[in-house]
């Protein structure tokens, strides 16, 4: 036994070496499959090291569980200045520490000869055991369309446990777990916890905090602090309890956050408020009562270590994060919003979308349909609606408006003191009317056949005060509750292969779309605005979102306004405006909600709609690949970005748009490097003549390109054969 665990820890120790020696040669971003995470333990039995050639954990073992490293393999930098606890539990009201030690001298950094000399707080909960595996899923993800092809669920890595019980004195029964997961390619891990009630009565989790990192802290000043001064380290955060924002920044501020750290002396700033301590934990709750042989699981946090400042590079990791952790957000339906659900207008328009190659209809905000409805007949044409959609190969869905409406003063949540709703009006989810709504989306979707949800105005944190509610029990456990209800539910769609247009970061729960990012009233523009608008949106959306995790818009009828100019109906007479605005969206890759009560009129307009479809789903793999931000439209010159999938045949497609009345014909310098290619490359365009293309040794290429005016032009990029 001793010397097959000894066999083992030399296999990970020549992987992790085999991993080091890739990340000098090898970049990250172009190919994963060199980084594989290891978890082995050091020959003295006294640490834990998780690494994948990127990032390294180290984790001490005795006196007590402690993080004591955390760098970066590909630039040498140490992320950790400071040993924290692994965790705090707050239990009955009194604050306890899971791990950690105590004595280091200087909280600025940390040296490896003083950890000889460290000891753990008698108080802490203590490190009884640990054990290693591979991560789990942590939901179902029934794959019944189209996806990207290289995504893996569950995620390839390795797992690591800390069990922690009570010392002498400590809280009676209580025993957390502290998980951790490292991944194969990618520099993040994630963490969480689980608490157990292991004693003869229950007790309260008040708060807790999942994650403690003492980081280095990115900026220094003396002074009171500037903008760059309160800027913390560059480590890209998310969670799964994220809501309230499209933006992963804005829906994860309840959920984490950077604070000072009162323990560190030593820092430049003279008020010492330098935020450089990543606390992951609610900032309300959650105010679980756990019963003897009870458990609590958090929610998840995920750390990225990001190894440069360039803003393309960061974001192209934070979209391998989701490609990894989230790969339903790779689904990326072309999608019909019906504006009618009369059922000649809905037979129509599923053979509308079978004629033209779209896979999704939805029947759309305004469209009459009710799933709320729980008359049999409502039931029975949904039946009837998705049987005739699924024989064309069609999906169908439809849209339910939650928290942004008021239902009654008992149901609506109860805000604190100098708080209102964040959408002005919003019923607790946990009230009977919440419970009750919430019953009725299971069992429409569980009988109709619709495959489809898309759920407007989702929870976006309100808190509840009542205690009255069925679901919750005060103001404490209100929006931990009224989040569990929610992401469970949208747990259960993933299971069932339900696709989830959700207008708020719901991806880690289960969602895989949101809106790219525009405002509403810009499509009553003038249609030539609106198509600047729409790459314009599309290129700020896309910097930290794939392509496919971001809806955009396309009005075929009226909007909000904006008249005949603003819109396309009658499709035919305006074929030139709908046509750019497929282009513009389906050549990055990114699918809008064509809103109106037909995709066509003429069967001109008919063979224009499904000309563009082929061609996208000809190209798919690399339209729906990464991009890489060349000019940002601004309706003055050419504008163009470039798809990048160095694991595809087709490793790159660069897309230029002309909104000028002058046709441009120019070469395009381009950086190649995150297509994988080097020295050559096959380069084929409409004209369909391959031609051979340098590149430097910066990885730049001269690419030529012509452009008709207020037209595209587009170039896939192969390995030249």
């Known amino acids: 036994m001793q010397r097959a665990s000894s066999w083992a820890r ?42 994948n050639g990127l990032v390294r954990r180290v984790l001490q073992l005795a006196p007590n569980a402690a993080t004591v490293e955390f760098s970066s393999l590909t630039t040498g930098e140490s992320w950790l200045r400071a040993v924290k606890p692994e965790a705090v539990v707050e239990i009955d009201g009194a604050r306890h520490e899971v791990g950690g030690l105590k004595g280091q001298p200087n909280r600025a950094f940390l040296r490896p000869a003083w950890l000889r000399s460290m000891t753990s707080s008698p108080a802490a909960l203590r490190l009884v055991g640990h054990a290693i595996s591979k991560p789990a899923e942590r939901m179902p993800w029934k794959r019944v369309r189209h996806h990207a092809p290289d995504v893996h669920w569950p995620p390839s890595g390795v797992a690591l446990r800390l069990d922690f019980a009570p010392g002498p004195g400590g809280p009676e029964g209580v025993h957390v777990s502290v998980h951790y997961e490292l991944y194969d390619g990618l520099p993040c891990y994630g963490k969480w916890i689980t608490v157990s009630n292991a004693g003869p009565r229950a007790f309260t989790l008040g708060r807790y905090a999942s994650d403690l ?85 958090s929610y998840r946090g995920w750390v990225i270590a990001q190894d440069s400042t360039d803003r393309e590079r960061c974001g192209l990791a934070v979209r391998r994060f989701y490609r990894t952790l989230a790969p339903w957000t790779t689904e990326n339906p072309l999608m019909l919003h019906l504006v009618s659900s009369d059922g000649a207008a809905v037979t129509n328009a599923i053979e509308q979308c079978a004629a033209v190659g779209f896979e999704m209809l939805i029947l759309s905000f305004g469209s009459g349909f009710n799933m709320e409805d729980e008359r049999p007949a409502v039931l029975e044409r949904a039946r009837a609606w998705s049987s005739h959609a699924r024989s064309k190969g069609i999906e169908i ?27 002005g009006n919003s019923p607790c989810l946990c009230s009977r009317w919440g419970t009750n709504y919430f019953r009725r989306l299971y069992q429409f979707h569980k009988a109709s056949g619709f495959t ?145 009560p037909r995709l066509f009129d003429t069967d001109r307009t008919r063979d224009a709609v499904a000309k563009w479809v082929r061609w996208f789903k000809q190209h798919r793999e690399v339209l ?7 000019r940002r439209p601004d309706g003055r010159d050419i504008d163009w970005m470039l798809h990048v999938n160095p694991r595809g045949t087709e ?22 490097h995150y297509t994988g290619l080097r020295a050559r490359a096959r380069m084929t365009d409409a004209s369909i003549k391959p031609r051979t293309l340098r590149i430097g040794p910066d990885s730049f290429a001269e690419v030529p390109v012509s452009v008709p005016a207020g037209g595209m032009a587009w170039v896939v990029l192969e390995a030249a054969r």
């Open 10 to 51: 030399a296999c990970a120790v020549f992987l992790s070496f085999m991993a080091t020696v890739a990340a000098a040669t090898v970049d990250w971003l172009v190919d994963p499959s060199p980084f594989k995470a290891v978890a082995h333990a050091t020959p003295d039995g006294t640490q834990i090291v998780l690494e």
């Open 213 to 297: 990192l003492a980081a280095v802290e990115r900026t220094s000043e003396v002074d009171e602090l500037s903008i760059e001064g309160r800027t913390p380290p560059n480590l890209h955060v998310e969670t799964d309890m994220s809501f309230g924002g499209m933006m992963a920044t804005g829906a994860n501020r309840r959920s984490y956050r950077w604070l000072e750290d009162p323990e560190f002396l030593t820092q430049v700033n003279y008020e010492r408020r330098t935020p450089c301590l990543l606390e992951v934990g609610p900032d309300l709750g959650p105010g679980q009562t756990i019963p003897p042989g009870g458990s609590f699981t």
């Open 397 to 423: 869905g439809s849209y339910s408006l939650l928290a942004s409406r008021s239902v009654s003063k008992a149901d609506d949540v109860v805000m604190p003191p100098g708080l209102k709703p964040a959408f």
């Open 452 to 596: 489809l949800l898309e759920h407007d105005g989702s929870y976006p944190g309100d808190p509840c005060a009542s205690t009255n509610h069925p679901a919750h029990a005060n103001l404490a456990d209100s929006r931990w509750n009224q989040w569990r209800l929610i992401s469970d539910f949208y747990q259960w769609c993933r299971a069932e292969g339900i696709y989830l247009n959700v207008p708020d970061h719901y991806f880690l729960s289960g969602s895989s779309k949101t809106g790219m990012g525009y405002r509403e009233d810009n499509w009553s523009l003038p249609r030539e605005q609106q198509v600047i608008h729409t790459r314009q949106n599309i290129w700020d959306g896309t910097w930290q979102k794939l392509p496919s995790m971001g809806w955009m818009f396309v009005p075929l009828t009226q909007y909000h306004g904006g008249g005949a100019a603003a819109t396309i109906e009658p499709l035919d007479q305006h074929l030139d405006h709908y046509e750019r605005m497929l282009a513009s969206n389906l050549a990055l890759g990114v699918q809008a909600c064509y809103r109106g």
């Open 624 to 630: 729906e690949s990464d991009l890489v931000h060349g």
């Open 651 to 672: 490793k790159g497609m660069l897309v230029v748009f002309n909104p000028t009345d002058a046709p441009v014909a120019r070469n395009l310098r381009v950086n190649l």
